[in-house]
């Protein structure tokens, strides 16, 4: 269920708290303790802890459904931020629709749909989302006042309006506005493609997380509540956002970890995907939930014979039920122009093909 009110609402009323000075009631009575218990199945061993999936859907205004071309799942314990970032390529089973790429999910049926198969991908529960679409993550961005990010490699990037609107990131730091900081994060013009976009998204959500450990993050929310009403869903409840806001009150002194979902390269049929190992899959999650231990080893070999056919590379990467693949619209693209720079990731942050019918803006 869609509760933007309750976002909003929830939103108005701890800022309401925290600007009449009620901050210290809020962090002392507003909940005892945050966080629920959450059982690794596997271990036994457990954490307290809200896990919530963000994705960010390439939807236009006037589109219901878009493709979530970001799958990042964010943890929040009392003194971590762990995020996971699954790539969009990863592929999977989809309900009904047989083997597709993950993104294709919230498409297809919707955000919740995501939010089961990752649990299944990674073996941990995400139950609750918040997706954003693009053009209201360029308006959040500005409505914040912009985001320094770490830029690993010079890129230029054109929108889907073409060469007027050409972005050019040079290496270092940059202060992105909101059209360069969405060009930087759809960007996946580079040797490994869609797991270079991955390391962007990841780069860019941590210097994200940092800002808002700012307090005067307070004074930019008359600008960026309209932005949120306006282009961010959520099944998030009002009770669980306060939990949230409640833990946000330490997050200046949490630390921030990022990883990408690791796995392989594999084509079929002309079209790229990302493979992936189940128990590898959930290992490396457990690792990063509860134990705060990242790997960067991101990109692996691929097993041989996977690319020979659809039949052999579900037997060796998913074990799939046997079903028709149906894709679900592309997106139109434009002939974008060469990139003046080759872009290799480095590994930045613990993070590190070619799509036949990718983004616009990439």
């Not at 619209?329 to 590994?347: A, G, R, S, Y």
Request: charged share 25%; hydrophobic share 35%; with cysteine.
């Amino acid at each position: 269920m869609k509760t933007r009110g309750k976002v909003i609402i929830s939103i108005l009323l701890i800022v309401g708290l925290v600007l009449g000075g009620g901050a210290w009631w809020v962090k002392k009575n507003l909940f005892d303790d945050p966080f629920a218990t959450q059982v690794d199945p596997t271990t036994g061993k457990t954490i307290k802890a809200f896990n919530v999936l963000l994705l960010g859907s390439d939807a236009r205004p006037n589109e219901k459904k878009g493709r979530t071309d970001a799958i990042i799942v964010v943890q929040v314990s009392k003194d971590r931020i762990s995020m996971l970032s699954i790539p969009r390529d990863t592929r999977v089973d989809i309900p009904g629709h047989g083997k597709q790429k993950i993104n294709a999910a919230a498409y297809f049926e919707n955000p919740e749909v995501t939010a089961n198969i990752v649990s299944d991908i990674i073996g941990q529960p995400v139950h609750k989302y918040i997706l954003v679409r693009w053009e209201g993550f360029m308006n959040i961005v500005d409505a914040l006042g912009g985001v320094d990010v770490y830029i690993p490699k010079n890129i230029t990037s054109y929108s889907m309006d073409g060469a007027e609107n050409r972005v050019d990131l040079q290496k270092g730091t940059q202060h992105l506005d909101g059209k360069a900081a969405l060009a930087f994060v759809r960007h996946r013009k580079a040797a490994q493609g869609d797991i270079y976009r991955v390391g962007n998204q990841l780069n860019f959500m941590k210097a994200l997380a940092e800002k808002c450990k700012q307090p005067s993050i307070l004074l930019k929310l008359p600008k960026l509540l309209p932005e949120l009403y306006k282009n961010v869903d959520t099944n998030i409840d009002l009770k669980e956002m306060l939990v949230l806001a409640k833990a946000g009150m330490s997050f200046k002194d949490s630390t921030v970890l990022t990883q990408t979902l690791p796995g392989y390269f594999f084509n079929i049929d002309g079209i790229s995907y990302w493979g992936f190992d189940p128990a590898q899959s959930r290992q490396v999650t457990y690792d990063l939930f509860y134990n705060g231990i990242t790997t960067s080893k991101v990109v692996l070999a691929t097993p041989p014979g996977v690319n020979s056919s659809p039949k052999t590379q579900t037997q060796v990467a998913q074990n799939p039920v046997e079903e028709e693949v149906v894709s679900p619209p592309q997106e139109e693209d434009e002939d974008e122009p060469p990139v003046e720079d080759e872009i290799i990731l480095d590994p930045i942050d613990n993070d590190d093909k070619d799509d036949n019918n990718d983004d616009n803006n990439d």
